[in-house]
């Protein structure tokens, strides 16, 4: 009989469980659950940047995704699953008690956004990072942002962790340890009950909190009381060993096997975050930038040991040995925002359909809610058809990206987004389209940085959303950069990396490497730049450069 694995790819609005037949990379089915507390918004307030998932959403989510999933495969695949492995965003991290549970699972924290996982988006910790950032540079000791490119984000581990506990004593007293959401899903599935015992993965560690073996580990007990007196203790509560995405978890504890209806022979890998199993789904290989294009962008590449291991890449979100792939350097950049960008600006135009529309009295109930829905789901589309037929000489317009801050190079989560070069002829398509070649822009700015510290790059992948889902977009990227992309076949590329893993942690195979190369679906479409547009974007990028600056220098 063939044998099966399960990639559970958990994202910012939904959890998706792919089951994935190991012998071909063949998906014979999968089911996708939006959280519901999310959806309905709360615990989140865009004004503060401030975004949290109630661990329910996951743990429900976890439960009907694989059983609705189990439930459309074939007969017999269920028997027939060897290993589980979950990808999570990250950084996300939570309290939780001496026995592993998050807070916001006990009555008296469970309406607590602090109690809550910290969506990797959440950007309240910013006054945080940047003691993080001023205390590395100058207590006189080991500067330990080094191999995080220099420069820690409110994005990560320890600044959400202190902001927390500054704000909220009662989360603070009881709070035993913080555990990343791609370490507690295994522990959750394996009924591991003791924060020490979680096998900590070493991306999330690695990439968001300054974890290095050089060191021992995390940051020592000295700076990190430096750091925030509140932090005493902390540390031994943590961990000091980390593991790679190719090691076992455990097995399926007996609840969680009679919840998912499997057994507990099947295998549990060690977590990691959903862009780097991604790069596995997509084929990463040493020297190829892979992108996961969607909301925000995550850029990683793969190098040898022995042509990174003694350099330190400034202003990029680590290097991390085994993040991505065992035995391999993992580099890490990305976007804060990509196609939340093109969110925003289709938010903007929605304005008077949410705010008139729905209040007017020409119209019947149906006909209104007919009407919005039409409206939202076509704005995109349209502006797109329109904004493709404008000659990129002609545009005046120049867009800065940074609607939700800057991530790399450099990350920097005070910076805001500008659209400059406006004139009473700017319609809604060219500052679609400017907004299209910022985000475009913001990916170049990456490539050029890991160029400039001395990294390779042979070629670029892309997958997600929006590489799937828009050629405009795509095409805009390409001639930007002036680079052919290459688009990953798989929908669910990511869910499929969890699923390779998979087969490593179930002894299916014995590397990713073969994993790569039994269960890879290869790409389908590669868009290559025009010369005449990239020779013209070569322009436009010098420019947004300057104004770049500009806005760093003298507007925050």
Not at 39 to 64: I, V
Not at 238 to 256: C, I, P, Q, R
Not at 357 to 373: H, I, M, N, W, Y
Not at 480 to 491: D, F, G, Q, T, Y
Request: hydrophobic fraction near 40%.
């Amino acid at each position: 009989m063939d044998k099966y694995t399960i990639g559970i790819d958990y994202g910012t609005d939904s959890v998706r469980a792919i089951i994935v037949n190991t012998s071909n990379g063949e998906e014979v089915a999968n089911a996708v659950f939006e959280y519901p507390r999310w959806k309905e918004g709360k615990y989140c307030d865009a004004a503060k940047t401030q975004f949290r998932h109630h661990p329910l959403d996951y743990q429900e989510g976890l439960e009907t995704s694989v059983k609705e999933a189990l439930k459309q495969a074939p007969k017999g695949v269920a028997e027939n699953v060897v290993a589980i492995t979950a990808d999570t965003t990250g950084s996300t991290p939570v309290a939780v008690d001496r026995q592993s549970v998050p807070l916001a699972l006990k009555d008296e924290f469970k309406e607590n956004p602090n109690a809550m996982f910290i969506l990797w988006k959440d950007h309240t910790a910013v006054k945080e990072a940047e003691e993080v950032n001023e205390l590395a540079k100058n207590w006189g000791g080991e500067d330990y942002t080094k191999y995080e490119g220099g420069v820690y984000s409110s994005e990560w581990f320890w600044a959400k962790i202190m902001h927390v506990l500054r704000k909220d004593e009662k989360v603070k007293d009881a709070a035993y340890s913080w555990v990343e959401l791609c370490d507690w899903i295994p522990a959750l599935l394996t009924g591991v009950n003791d924060p020490h015992q979680i096998k900590r993965s070493r991306c999330a560690a690695g990439h968001k909190a300054m974890w290095h073996e050089s060191w021992g580990g995390l940051p020592p007990e000295e700076f990190l009381v430096k750091l925030d007196p509140r932090l005493e203790g902390l540390r031994e509560k943590l961990y000091k060993d980390t593991y790679t995405s190719d090691v076992k978890f455990g097995n399926l504890s007996e609840e969680w096997a009679q919840r998912l209806g499997l057994n507990t022979d099947v295998a549990v890998g060690v977590g990691a975050f959903d862009a780097h199993l991604g790069a596995i789904g997509g084929e990463i290989k040493p020297y190829y930038l892979t992108k996961i294009v969607g909301t925000s962008t995550c850029d990683m590449m793969i190098a040898p040991k022995d042509d990174v291991q003694d350099r330190r890449l400034r202003g990029i979100a680590g290097q991390v040995d085994g993040s991505i792939m065992p035995d391999m350097i993992g580099l890490e950049a990305g976007q804060s925002a990509f196609g939340d960008v093109y969110a925003w600006f289709k938010n903007v135009l929605m304005w008077p359909v949410e705010n008139i529309l729905k209040k007017s009295r020409s119209v019947d109930d149906k006909t209104r809610q007919k009407l919005a829905e039409e409206i939202s789901e076509q704005i995109i589309p349209e502006l797109t058809k329109e904004a493709e037929k404008v000659p990129v000489e002609e545009s005046t317009l120049l867009a800065i990206d940074w609607m939700n801050g800057r991530r790399t190079p450099d990350a920097n989560q005070m910076l805001k987004g500008a659209i400059t070069g406006l004139t009473l002829g700017s319609d809604a398509p060219r500052i679609f389209k400017a907004l299209v070649e910022s985000t475009a822009f913001g990916s170049k700015a990456i490539v050029e940085r890991l160029r400039e510290e001395g990294a390779r790059i042979d070629g670029i992948i892309a997958m997600g959303g929006v590489a799937k889902k828009s050629p405009f977009v795509m095409q805009v990227l390409a001639d930007v950069l002036n680079m052919p992309i290459k688009v990953a076949r798989s929908e669910q590329t990511t869910a499929l990396g969890s699923a390779m893993a998979a087969s490593v942690v179930g002894d299916i195979y014995q590397s990713f490497d073969e994993a790569q190369q039994k269960m890879g679906r290869g790409f389908d479409q590669e868009y290559e730049p025009d010369s005449h547009k990239a020779e013209f974007y070569k322009d436009l990028y010098t420019k947004y450069l300057k104004l770049g600056r500009f806005i760093e220098d003298e507007l925050t």
